[in-house]
């Protein structure tokens, strides 16, 4: 009886143990299915904010980039339509916009390559006239019928909205955004909007495909743990995140909802129950080899645990912050690598530099996108050997990047910026490149208080695009001076159509001096810009403006219809017949209708031709030679003098002299201000003076303010004089009673 009381008390204790071993298996591998399931969400929900934050990336860089766009076409002031749609077709060509266009206010608009279609109930056109960047939701592309998605951002004139600047890319590019690589590829993510309706698809084999509205699918689901339908409804309307996990299409699955920025978009990051329950799986079968190495097991299971955490971060961190093109940090690990310094150190000791490569677009044409991407490669591996401990690089995009420097001197950073073009240019040999590479660097000396990234970068760009606007600054730095001058700039440009109408502009005459007949034989007719409550406005700060946006074409045709207005009253009048000359700027000759549209003027005052003199620079003469005969034959066939002003100032040609249509050549006033007494520059400007007369043309000398440099002039046989001596620009009140009375 003991026996088999022991017996049966063994036997009940081992079915005890047994059970309480199957018991602690079952509460274990539920604790662990519990736990992994957790961890799931846990590691979905960085999954998802890393797919919203790289949503929200290029949406931000797409509408940057547009906002750039648009601070060009304003920065140019020219608002017109085709003039717009000029700019932004090389914009397009360098972009991955799938196309660009100009909107008017109407809603018409016009795409870079060609298509016109109204837009004026859409609302991403009604935003961006609100003075809003705004992107789409996922559209029907007209012309192919795609799935797209546009951006669009007002252009301003001072504060008003004159159009609207659009740009329109495949909504594939987001599906390739968020195929990211997780849980063993088995999760995916999805975009859409609050009530549901799709966004961006996923291409992924586990997902339901192609939707309408993803609440519609859902009403077929069954739910089993977290957010119910009508939940999930309500906090998407209310802008809230989530999870649930629910079963459709044959899956469980386990869902992280959560709000992106743009527009009422929402990142849905989905992963399959069996990554969870096919682990549950193997840790059940472990936990029962855990009776022979129970301890070794559990070792070897946090140990997995450990691994897993570990590659799925580092995964993450390499979506996050990792440049596939060139292999180093992108915009988002070099923000981070920024705080870090910051932390440890005042930026104010650093500078902030952007640059691009100049012509990159025909390195890609040239020598295939390939060799282009492979020179992004060599310029990271350049910046990233050559940087310090405390500094930091990146690749923004396209062929644009980053450095944050330790700041020293002026000299010392572009030393450094000599030094990497250096080893740029000596290396990309071995990538077949024959071509020397450029790069413009816009460099910002981070200020004390300075704290927002994105507006240190902008103020780099701008210093940066002033460098391209350059003919020959690789780099510039920002500063004060030149936000002030950027302000300044922007108001004339904003002011000077308004200007012209309101008669701010005038016209002032100097004269000019004949030393052969000892009297005055005309002037030159000179523009001021009398600003109310600013006064006279020196040429030198409007005229490179007008020159860069076009305007200085509207200012030459005012100028000569005032100079003909004048010899018109001066005929009626009887006045001493006077010659005056008049500047015309190199795009006036370049305009094709330029000749007809002074012949216009000319035929409307019918003035006598020779009375009226165009003067060309010699730059503007020598950029388009022929452009200049052509033009210069055909206004002195209609009677009217042709001269070449600043002749010897640098881009003089003596052996084009013989054939260029001209009647006057005036000596740069550099060859005089008392430069007359030495001998190498008398002998200089006799030899002009005695060429130009033997050409059978007449000789000025400009800028003459001494009665020493008339008299040596006069012995040199110079035909006309023009500078202070004989009288400084006048107006033409004063040019009438001193000069022209004086004469009559």
Not at 599 to 625: A, N, P, S
Not at 732 to 737: H, I
């Amino acid at each position: 009886m003991k026996s088999k009381f022991r017996i049966t008390t063994i036997s009940s204790i081992s079915v005890l143990i047994i059970a309480l071993f199957f018991a602690a298996s079952y509460y274990y591998s539920a604790l662990i299915n519990r736990e992994l399931k957790a961890e799931t969400y846990s590691y979905l929900s960085e999954v998802g904010n890393q797919g919203a934050e790289l949503v929200e990336s290029r949406v931000n860089s797409q509408i940057e980039n547009l906002e750039t766009t648009a601070r060009m076409i304003e920065a140019s002031g020219n608002y017109n339509q085709d003039a717009m749609l000029g700019l932004i077709r090389i914009q397009a060509q360098k972009s991955d916009y799938k196309r660009m266009a100009i909107a008017s206010l109407n809603g018409d608009i016009v795409t870079s390559d060609g298509m016109a279609y109204s837009i004026r109930d859409r609302a991403y056109f009604q935003a961006a006239l609100a003075g809003k960047s705004a992107v789409s939701d996922t559209l029907a592309d007209y012309s192919d019928g795609k799935k797209i998605n546009v951006y669009a951002v007002p252009i301003f004139s001072g504060n008003q909205v004159v159009a609207v600047l659009a740009a329109s890319v495949e909504t594939q590019s987001f599906k390739e955004l968020l195929g990211v690589n997780t849980f063993d590829n088995q999760g995916y993510s999805f975009v859409v909007k609050a009530n549901g309706d799709t966004v961006v698809e996923s291409l992924h084999p586990n997902s339901v495909g192609a939707f309408d509205n993803i609440f519609g699918i859902l009403q077929t689901a069954a739910f089993k743990d977290g957010d119910d339908l009508n939940t999930i409804t309500n906090r998407m309307a209310n802008g809230e995140s989530g999870s649930y996990t629910s079963v459709y299409n044959g899956m469980e699955r386990y869902t992280v909802y959560k709000p992106l920025k743009s527009n009422d978009w929402y990142m849905m990051s989905v992963v399959p129950a069996t990554v969870v329950s096919n682990q549950t799986t193997a840790i059940i079968r472990d936990t029962f080899l855990l009776i022979a190495v129970a301890l070794l097991a559990i070792s070897l299971l946090f140990a997995m645990i450990l691994i897993f955490q570990n590659r799925s971060k580092k995964e993450l961190e390499k979506i996050a912050y990792f440049d596939e093109v060139t292999e180093g940090n992108n915009w988002n690990k070099f923000k981070s690598e920024v705080e870090e310094i910051r932390e440890k150190n005042s930026l104010a000791s650093f500078v902030l530099l952007t640059f691009d490569i100049d012509q990159f677009r025909f390195i890609n044409e040239e020598y295939g996108q390939e060799t282009g991407d492979r020179l992004l490669k060599q310029i990271m591996d350049i910046l990233k050997v050559n940087i310090g401990k405390r500094e930091s690089c990146c690749r923004v995009s396209a062929d644009h990047f980053v450095m944050l420097c330790g700041w020293t001197t002026r000299a010392k950073i572009t030393q450094r910026i000599r030094d990497f073009l250096s080893i740029l240019n000596r290396e990309k040999e071995a990538l077949g490149i024959k071509e020397k590479i450029f790069c413009h660097f816009g460099l910002y000396i981070v200020e004390q208080n300075a704290k927002d990234l994105e507006k240190i970068r902008e103020k780099a760009n701008m210093a940066r695009i002033e460098a391209k606007r350059s003919e020959s600054n690789t780099w510039f730095f920002y500063s004060d001076e030149f936000r002030e001058k950027i302000g300044n700039e922007k108001e004339i440009i904003d002011t000077m159509e308004a200007a012209l109408e309101n008669h701010e502009f005038e016209m002032y005459l100097q004269p000019k001096f004949d030393l052969h007949k000892s009297e005055f034989c005309g002037c030159e007719a000179l523009v001021r810009w009398n600003r109310p409550r600013k006064g006279l406005v020196s040429p030198g700060e409007f005229i490179p403006i007008f020159e860069q946006t076009g305007f200085v074409k509207k200012l030459d045709m005012f100028m000569i219809e005032e100079v003909c207005r004048l010899l018109k009253r001066w005929e009626e009048n009887s006045c001493t017949r006077m010659r005056i000359s008049v500047n015309v700027s190199r795009k006036n000759l370049k305009k094709t209708s330029f000749v007809e549209d002074v012949r216009e003027i000319l035929d409307r005052y019918q003035i006598k031709r020779d009375c009226i003199e165009i003067e060309l620079t010699e730059y503007c003469i020598f950029e388009d030679i022929d452009r200049m005969i052509e033009v210069g034959k055909t206004f002195r066939a209609d009677g009217v003098k042709m001269s070449m002003d600043d002749f010897g100032s640098g881009y003089s040609s003596i052996n084009l002299l013989g054939i260029l249509p001209l009647d006057i050549i005036k000596i740069d006033q550099g060859f005089f201000k008392g430069n007359l007494k030495n001998e190498h520059t008398l002998v200089v400007v006799k030899s002009m003076i005695d060429l130009i007369k033997k050409l059978g043309m007449t000789v000025v000398a400009e800028g003459i303010e001494t009665k020493e440099e008339v008299e040596i002039l006069k012995e040199l046989d110079c035909d006309i004089i023009q500078g202070y001596y004989y009288g400084k620009p006048m107006t033409v009140t004063d040019f009438e009673k001193k000069i022209l009375e004086t004469m009559s």
